[in-house]
């Protein structure tokens, strides 16, 4: 009984975001008496927040390389968007064309400020400022004095807003519709799933590393192969998969690899530790910011294309303050403010976190300004919370339960 | 007959995990210089923090009496309040402050919230005075040195009218010349001013030359008290306290002798400050080392020595750089880090916490980081083979830790150091540059690290040396280069060297400089 409290104990660090996901849903699926969790709903938060996570994902990397972040990102949505409509609605281009060319405006956009952060060593905080100005006030030059312009192409919006096309079929039962395709896709993730975290164990056993027992390897993966299968439960009940769900997917797990498994990835995490040991290290710090602030160009960017399809029309105030979304996300999952610290889940779930906040006031009919004040506060609440339970500080003594002994102390 | 001015019994101090105390007894005559010393992780530093307050009154178990009378101190404010002073080793001073500023950081000459600059600066002057820093109080920090730094601190202290003043660590980033002046600052204390000194030291050297008592921890217990008066204090005795077996050998014998063949050399190397224009850091300087030997690189802080070494590795300090570097007799034109890295170079610098380590990262990230590609392909990381050369690596260097994936910020100095050691010996240089691969690490440690130096001299590699401690220099060198103002002054063989010839030449050639 001890060892299995003590591998909860371990592995509580890593699932303390998830589980603060998980309090959040259950307590405003109570709040809404139910509404939160149905189909549809499900079908809209992944539609409301897959931009903010796109952009999460890429501000992730420049909090990792060097604790700062990108304040423009919310701009570059706007100028994207603008570009877009004006390539396919204006001058009437190939949509696919325009995509291309928008994404690659993203990283012209990303190339620039990185070439003032990286080479000229501006602080990063000052070019993203100017950024933030430059690239709205392009936007509103570009849309002629703010006027938005409307309604895009199928070829475009199927991207990026509505849902995949069903290959197998719909099941009726009882009454229900069933996405037969988008209920198979959830089986066949929770099965490679599966199949991963047993060879991976087997690998492990083999090499004599330490290896999880039989009984947790199970429980880890009904745990989570439920909760996949049924996610796309509610999702086949509604209308499929929404397609910006896959391009999410597929931008998470590229730079879940990137992070994890890359020299890449190592080389942006030793620049957050301490960009002096990386550099005498051989890493090439210069290029490594530079990259970073591109990546992020290129993800706000895609974050462009996929609010301006959300909209139907490029509007010159689209993404405004978006920027403190995805640095909130980024914070509230766990990424430290001084850089070298952060996982691209941490930040996926908290945008999640932030998004059915979001959803789940909306639908409780919450005052907007209230809501406001609540998520800066679990913005604050989420960040001491890491920090605290990091035993990074000891609070002063008026704060501490008991007789004013201090619970941990890690300075040596 | 002196008073005793502080006592403390029966310390115990717990950690999660750890007794990092465990009965400590120590008492403190007035007017002494106290020394302790012990081994890096034998609770020194732990213990002072207790003194001062640092780990508040119930955190530990025992009691402190200053004066006879129980102290409970709850920060270091309390304790700073009855005369207790203590200058951490890494220093706390605001760089872009003045001295008189920081001296008067928190203990403001100050009316109603308004400070009084002429008292401050007026003030700051007189104990500067008596610590013998020849500055003006307005210059900023970040203008002086770290010996003058250092010199700061202790008149901060003075101005908060110490009576105990607490040294930790103070001389592991000075130069002799400034040890020198320090030491004797703590005995005019001890004489004309009644100031009693604890001092914590590696240097054993510095102990014989200043202590009146010396205590000895060792495994967060006090082992003994030496009194000079009673005892026969010797270097040999106090390693045997610490390490609680003789040490015959300082240094380990090199079985290995240096290869014919010239394994590195640089020629006419000029480097100018990277800020300062015309300034010369490194003057035309020509050193070269041979397979399988250990070149040595003396000379005082400030010489160049850490300037030619990072110049030459990747051109990662300085501007306008030229001369020629020549790896095995092939002149080779080394533009950036990574390719000094690929031409088999390895820089290990001084600073490992700054510069080397990256410390909230595991050992693994670390030895793995400066040649990551050993262990990947085509940009992916092999971590099974990471973990296993890391283990290797980790295995042969000795680094005490539970596993590779312990964090590096919480090792001790001495193992933090093999990680820095063993990322470079990961990268299989051909040439290593060691910046004082030794400092701020304990005697068993070091000779360890003596050991993995001769061990790459046995492998045929051609190591040079920097050094601030000449004993390590004669006790490990084939051969050691002299460095004084940017320039090379003079080259000694292993029988020629010694203490008083290097001194000496360091002497001579400041002189010089004068006169000319």
């Given at each position: 009984m001890n060892k299995v409290i003590a591998t909860v104990r371990k592995n509580m660090k890593q699932y303390t975001m998830m589980l603060a996901l998980a309090f959040i849903v259950l307590m405003f699926q109570g709040l809404t008496g139910g509404k939160l969790l149905l189909p549809m709903n499900v079908y809209n938060i992944i539609n409301q927040n897959a931009y903010i996570v796109i952009m999460a994902i890429g501000m992730l990397l420049c909090i990792l390389g060097s604790g700062s972040i990108d304040l423009s990102v919310g701009s570059v949505v706007g100028l994207v968007g603008a570009c877009a409509g004006i390539l396919i609605m204006k001058w009437k281009w190939d949509p696919y064309l325009s995509i291309l060319l928008c994404m690659g405006v993203g990283i012209l956009v990303g190339a620039w400020q990185g070439f003032w952060i990286a080479f000229v060593k501006i602080p990063a905080f000052i070019v993203t400022l100017s950024g933030m100005l430059v690239f709205r006030g392009a936007t509103l030059i570009l849309l002629q004095g703010g006027k938005a312009i409307p309604v895009f192409p199928a070829e475009y919006k199927q991207f990026f807003v509505g849902t995949t096309p069903e290959f197998i079929g719909v099941w009726e039962v009882a009454g229900m519709k069933i996405y037969l395709t988008c209920l198979l896709l959830g089986i066949l993730i929770a099965a490679v799933f599966c199949l991963t975290q047993v060879i991976s164990n087997q690998s492990k056993k083999r090499k004599g590393y330490e290896y999880a027992t039989p009984g947790a390897l199970t429980v880890r993966m009904v745990i989570i192969s439920a909760i996949v299968i049924w996610f796309f439960t509610l999702l086949a009940r509604y209308r499929g998969i929404p397609s910006v769900l896959l391009v999410l997917g597929v931008i998470a797990a590229v730079y879940t690899f990137i992070t994890t498994k890359t020299v890449l990835g190592r080389h942006i995490y030793a620049m957050g530790g301490n960009p002096k040991a990386a550099r005498l290290s051989g890493v090439n710090t210069e290029r490594l910011m530079f990259f970073n602030y591109v990546n992020m160009g290129f993800l706000a960017g895609i974050a462009g294309l996929v609010f301006a399809a959300r909209l139907d029309s490029a509007t010159?105030?689209?993404?405004?303050?978006?920027e403190l979304d995805a640095i909130g996300a980024c914070y509230i999952g766990g990424a430290s403010a001084y850089g070298g610290v952060g996982t691209v889940s941490g930040s996926v779930i908290g945008a999640l976190i932030m998004g059915v906040l979001n959803n789940g006031m909306n639908i409780i009919g919450m005052d907007v300004n209230v809501q406001k004040l609540v998520k800066g506060l679990v913005l604050l609440a989420a960040v001491a919370f890491d920090v605290v339970s990091q035993g990074h500080v000891t609070l002063p003594s008026f704060l501490r339960f008991g007789k004013g002994k201090p619970e941990k102390i890690t300075a040596r | 007959m002196a008073s005793t001015i502080l006592r403390m019994e029966n310390i115990t101090k717990l950690f999660p995990g750890v007794k990092a105390l465990d009965n400590v007894n120590i008492d403190v005559t007035e007017g002494e210089i106290h020394a302790i010393v012990g081994e890096n992780g034998a609770g020194k530093s732990t213990l002072m923090n207790v003194l001062s307050g640092i780990y508040p009154y119930g955190t530990y178990t025992g009691e402190i009496y200053y004066r006879d009378e129980l102290c409970a101190f709850r920060n270091i404010k309390d304790s700073e309040r009855r005369g207790i002073a203590i200058i951490h080793q890494e220093l706390a001073l605001v760089p872009h402050l003045s001295i008189a500023e920081n001296m008067y950081l928190g203990n403001e000459r100050e009316k109603a919230g308004v400070i009084d600059w002429d008292l401050t600066n007026q003030q700051a002057a007189k104990y500067m005075e008596i610590v013998g820093l020849k500055e003006n109080p307005r210059t900023l920090i970040k203008d002086i040195g770290m010996g003058k730094q250092q010199l700061v601190e202790i008149a901060k202290a003075l101005a908060k009218d110490v009576k105990l003043l607490i040294l930790d660590e103070?001389?592991?980033?000075?130069n002799e010349n400034d040890v020198k002046k320090l030491l004797d600052l703590l005995l005019d204390f001890k004489n004309n001013h009644g100031i009693t000194s604890i001092l914590i030291s590696h240097k054993l050297n510095e102990i014989e030359y200043c202590a009146d008592r010396i205590t000895i921890i060792r495994d967060g217990k006090s082992i003994e008290t030496l009194d000079k008066k009673a005892d026969e204090i010797s270097e040999p005795r106090i390693i045997k306290g610490m390490v609680g077996r003789e040490m015959t050998n300082r240094f380990p014998a090199r079985e290995s002798k240096p290869r014919g063949d010239v394994a590195f050399e640089i020629r006419n190397w000029t480097v100018y400050h990277p800020l300062y224009a015309g300034k010369k850091v490194v003057d035309d300087v020509s050193i070269k080392i041979h397979h399988g030997e250990v070149v040595g690189l003396a000379g005082l802080i400030g010489a160049g020595r850490t300037e030619l070494a990072m110049s030459v590795f990747g051109r990662s300090y300085g501007k306008q750089i030229s001369g020629t570097v020549l790896v095995d007799g092939k002149p080779v034109r080394i533009l950036n880090i990574s390719q000094a890295i690929q031409d088999g170079l390895a820089y290990v610098t001084e600073d490992r916490k700054g510069n080397g380590?990256?410390?909230?990262?595991?050992i693994k990230h670390n030895l793995t980081l400066s040649r990551i590609e050993f262990v990947s392909k085509r940009g992916v990381i092999d971590k099974d083979l990471e973990t296993i050369r890391a283990a290797e690596q980790k295995e042969k260097l000795d680094i005490?830790?539970?596993?590779?994936?312990?964090?590096?910020?919480?090792?001790s100095g001495g193992n933090q150091q093999k990680v820095l050691l063993g990322k470079w010996i990961f990268a299989r240089p051909d040439i290593l540059l060691l910046d004082e691969p030794t400092r701020g690490v304990d005697v068993g440690a070091k000779y360890e690290i003596y050991q993995i130096i001769n061990q790459l001299a046995l492998e045929g590699k051609a190591v040079l040396m920097i050094s601030s401690e000449l004993a390590e220099l004669l006790g490990m060198c084939d051969r050691i280069y002299v460095m004084n103002e940017s320039r090379l002054i003079a080259e000694f063989s292993r029988e020629e060297a010694s203490q008083e010839a290097i001194m000496g030449c360091i002497l001579q050639a400041s002189k010089g400089e004068i006169s000319a």
């Amino acid at each position: 009984m001890n060892k299995v409290i003590a591998t909860v104990r371990k592995n509580m660090k890593q699932y303390t975001m998830m589980l603060a996901l998980a309090f959040i849903v259950l307590m405003f699926q109570g709040l809404t008496g139910g509404k939160l969790l149905l189909p549809m709903n499900v079908y809209n938060i992944i539609n409301q927040n897959a931009y903010i996570v796109i952009m999460a994902i890429g501000m992730l990397l420049c909090i990792l390389g060097s604790g700062s972040i990108d304040l423009s990102v919310g701009s570059v949505v706007g100028l994207v968007g603008a570009c877009a409509g004006i390539l396919i609605m204006k001058w009437k281009w190939d949509p696919y064309l325009s995509i291309l060319l928008c994404m690659g405006v993203g990283i012209l956009v990303g190339a620039w400020q990185g070439f003032w952060i990286a080479f000229v060593k501006i602080p990063a905080f000052i070019v993203t400022l100017s950024g933030m100005l430059v690239f709205r006030g392009a936007t509103l030059i570009l849309l002629q004095g703010g006027k938005a312009i409307p309604v895009f192409p199928a070829e475009y919006k199927q991207f990026f807003v509505g849902t995949t096309p069903e290959f197998i079929g719909v099941w009726e039962v009882a009454g229900m519709k069933i996405y037969l395709t988008c209920l198979l896709l959830g089986i066949l993730i929770a099965a490679v799933f599966c199949l991963t975290q047993v060879i991976s164990n087997q690998s492990k056993k083999r090499k004599g590393y330490e290896y999880a027992t039989p009984g947790a390897l199970t429980v880890r993966m009904v745990i989570i192969s439920a909760i996949v299968i049924w996610f796309f439960t509610l999702l086949a009940r509604y209308r499929g998969i929404p397609s910006v769900l896959l391009v999410l997917g597929v931008i998470a797990a590229v730079y879940t690899f990137i992070t994890t498994k890359t020299v890449l990835g190592r080389h942006i995490y030793a620049m957050g530790g301490n960009p002096k040991a990386a550099r005498l290290s051989g890493v090439n710090t210069e290029r490594l910011m530079f990259f970073n602030y591109v990546n992020m160009g290129f993800l706000a960017g895609i974050a462009g294309l996929v609010f301006a399809a959300r909209l139907d029309s490029a509007t010159p105030m689209a993404g405004d303050g978006f920027e403190l979304d995805a640095i909130g996300a980024c914070y509230i999952g766990g990424a430290s403010a001084y850089g070298g610290v952060g996982t691209v889940s941490g930040s996926v779930i908290g945008a999640l976190i932030m998004g059915v906040l979001n959803n789940g006031m909306n639908i409780i009919g919450m005052d907007v300004n209230v809501q406001k004040l609540v998520k800066g506060l679990v913005l604050l609440a989420a960040v001491a919370f890491d920090v605290v339970s990091q035993g990074h500080v000891t609070l002063p003594s008026f704060l501490r339960f008991g007789k004013g002994k201090p619970e941990k102390i890690t300075a040596r | 007959m002196a008073s005793t001015i502080l006592r403390m019994e029966n310390i115990t101090k717990l950690f999660p995990g750890v007794k990092a105390l465990d009965n400590v007894n120590i008492d403190v005559t007035e007017g002494e210089i106290h020394a302790i010393v012990g081994e890096n992780g034998a609770g020194k530093s732990t213990l002072m923090n207790v003194l001062s307050g640092i780990y508040p009154y119930g955190t530990y178990t025992g009691e402190i009496y200053y004066r006879d009378e129980l102290c409970a101190f709850r920060n270091i404010k309390d304790s700073e309040r009855r005369g207790i002073a203590i200058i951490h080793q890494e220093l706390a001073l605001v760089p872009h402050l003045s001295i008189a500023e920081n001296m008067y950081l928190g203990n403001e000459r100050e009316k109603a919230g308004v400070i009084d600059w002429d008292l401050t600066n007026q003030q700051a002057a007189k104990y500067m005075e008596i610590v013998g820093l020849k500055e003006n109080p307005r210059t900023l920090i970040k203008d002086i040195g770290m010996g003058k730094q250092q010199l700061v601190e202790i008149a901060k202290a003075l101005a908060k009218d110490v009576k105990l003043l607490i040294l930790d660590e103070p001389t592991s980033s000075l130069n002799e010349n400034d040890v020198k002046k320090l030491l004797d600052l703590l005995l005019d204390f001890k004489n004309n001013h009644g100031i009693t000194s604890i001092l914590i030291s590696h240097k054993l050297n510095e102990i014989e030359y200043c202590a009146d008592r010396i205590t000895i921890i060792r495994d967060g217990k006090s082992i003994e008290t030496l009194d000079k008066k009673a005892d026969e204090i010797s270097e040999p005795r106090i390693i045997k306290g610490m390490v609680g077996r003789e040490m015959t050998n300082r240094f380990p014998a090199r079985e290995s002798k240096p290869r014919g063949d010239v394994a590195f050399e640089i020629r006419n190397w000029t480097v100018y400050h990277p800020l300062y224009a015309g300034k010369k850091v490194v003057d035309d300087v020509s050193i070269k080392i041979h397979h399988g030997e250990v070149v040595g690189l003396a000379g005082l802080i400030g010489a160049g020595r850490t300037e030619l070494a990072m110049s030459v590795f990747g051109r990662s300090y300085g501007k306008q750089i030229s001369g020629t570097v020549l790896v095995d007799g092939k002149p080779v034109r080394i533009l950036n880090i990574s390719q000094a890295i690929q031409d088999g170079l390895a820089y290990v610098t001084e600073d490992r916490k700054g510069n080397g380590l990256i410390i909230s990262n595991s050992i693994k990230h670390n030895l793995t980081l400066s040649r990551i590609e050993f262990v990947s392909k085509r940009g992916v990381i092999d971590k099974d083979l990471e973990t296993i050369r890391a283990a290797e690596q980790k295995e042969k260097l000795d680094i005490k830790a539970p596993t590779v994936e312990q964090y590096v910020e919480n090792l001790s100095g001495g193992n933090q150091q093999k990680v820095l050691l063993g990322k470079w010996i990961f990268a299989r240089p051909d040439i290593l540059l060691l910046d004082e691969p030794t400092r701020g690490v304990d005697v068993g440690a070091k000779y360890e690290i003596y050991q993995i130096i001769n061990q790459l001299a046995l492998e045929g590699k051609a190591v040079l040396m920097i050094s601030s401690e000449l004993a390590e220099l004669l006790g490990m060198c084939d051969r050691i280069y002299v460095m004084n103002e940017s320039r090379l002054i003079a080259e000694f063989s292993r029988e020629e060297a010694s203490q008083e010839a290097i001194m000496g030449c360091i002497l001579q050639a400041s002189k010089g400089e004068i006169s000319a």
